[in-house]
């Protein structure tokens, strides 16, 4: 009869707290539900080194996008033949450029949308020209010919499915001067906090905006 | 004493279910989100319920009161509605199998634990699929962003909306469960009370 009544409540809690280890530890601790936010997570806390992201812009141009240099440097992923999720991410780039650009463009300020799909250069220039050839803003491709596991250390994760169409995290990495990954903006931020964060890092002398975040994500 | 009659179900389930995880039907099932959470997910939890309710007595004496099996259920289900749980499915044939076993076993958990419930405990649990069937449904319609990036947003939503086109049927169901249970119970009743 004791035995029963152990079992009784034994059992549940065990499978509970075993259930609960899996969980944690599939989740990064509650944190990552989706392998987007699991990648980013993996890849380390910031502030952290960016990977070299070595690309051809759509002049033609080689360099490193995460190499120290005298610009901070906003980064996201994208592709040209993404038929959804990209196009509305550099929409949401194209309205911070304009935002900035409104007042004054940070002059140190560099927006660069890398592609995941080998895109190019003469593909990139012309989606350059559509989004309004906007002066502070680059577009290209990593010259990688295993870009994934570049892509893996900067926290995107990318699935290519069999149709062709390339999955990928949608997070834009802000890197300062140095290459360091300081600001990890996902795709829920309000447009106008990444503004607001971005004048405020990118000119140390303006009064922090409300609108600024006070630590790293 | 195992019948025969009931042995040879087993084994028919058994095979149908083996036939089921290593025929093209279960790649055909893992192509889209929308088959895999709504019939092979199913599919799974239905074969170990069945098999559960010929062999399930087998889980009393570790877990009397079913609470255990219960447990073990619905964390199994709560797991693989994580997204990323769904995206691994798409492109890792293990997780695949391991969906195929823990969701077999979770019917079979719930064969055996969900009859030796409360009945106020089956109403609850009926309650909270319910509700999280209709939520899961709001979520993946609502959501612009895509969650499970081993499929398309496209899939994501047409879940949502299956989701929320079965709840009203599972709500019948339930009830239907609801007043089936408590008919018998007050038929059990007049018999008890009959001099």
């Given amino acids: ?217 | 004493m195992i019948r025969p009659a009931s042995a040879f179900t087993t084994i028919l389930l058994l095979a149908l279910a083996a036939l089921l995880a290593f025929s093209p039907l279960d790649t055909w099932l893992d192509a889209t989100m929308p088959r895999i959470v709504l019939l092979q997910m199913p599919a799974w939890i239905l074969f170990g319920w069945l098999v559960g309710r010929k062999r399930g007595n087998i889980l009393v004496h570790l877990d009397p009161r079913g609470l255990g099996a219960l447990a073990f259920a619905i964390l199994t289900v709560i797991f693989w509605m994580i997204p990323r749980s769904i995206d691994t499915i798409g492109y890792s044939t293990r997780a695949d199998q391991l969906l195929h076993a823990s969701l077999f076993i979770a019917g079979f958990a719930l064969a055996s634990g969900f009859p030796r419930l409360p009945f106020v405990a089956k109403a609850a649990l009926c309650i909270m699929g319910t509700s999280h069937v209709f939520a899961l449904g709001v979520f993946y319609t609502k959501h612009t962003a895509l969650l499970c990036g081993s499929f398309s947003l496209l899939q994501q939503q047409e879940l949502g909306h299956w989701l929320l086109r079965l709840t009203p049927f599972i709500l019948v169901l339930a009830l239907v469960g609801a007043f089936r249970a408590l008919a018998r119970a007050a038929e059990q009743e007049r018999q008890t009370a009959r001099p």
């Fill in chain 1, 1 to 217: 009869m004791k035995r029963n009544s152990a079992a009784t409540f034994l059992t549940p809690a065990l499978v509970i707290l075993l259930g609960g280890a899996v969980f944690s530890g599939w989740t990064h601790g509650f944190r990552a539900f989706t392998n987007f936010s699991a990648a980013r997570i993996a890849a380390g806390p910031i502030p952290r080194k960016a990977p070299p992201l070595i690309a051809r812009d759509q002049n033609g141009d080689v360099w490193d996008v995460a190499a120290p240099s005298e610009e901070y440097r906003l980064v996201q992923a994208m592709y040209l033949n993404c038929p959804d999720a990209c196009p509305i991410a550099m929409s949401k780039l194209g309205k911070v450029a304009t935002i900035l650009a409104r007042e004054e463009m940070p002059a140190n300020l560099r927006i660069v949308s890398i592609s995941v799909d080998h895109d190019a250069p003469q593909d990139l220039l012309e989606m350059w020209d559509a989004h309004g050839a906007h002066p502070a803003w680059t577009m290209a491709s990593l010259t990688e010919t295993n870009l994934d596991a570049t892509l893996e250390k900067l926290g995107v994760w990318v699935f290519r499915r069999p149709d062709g169409i390339i999955n990928h995290g949608l997070d834009t990495y802000l890197l300062d001067p140095s290459g360091t990954i300081i600001r990890i903006y996902t795709a829920d931020d309000r447009l106008e906090d990444i503004v607001a964060d971005l004048r405020t890092l990118t000119n140390p002398k303006r009064e922090p905006s409300p609108n600024a975040r006070e630590t790293s994500s």
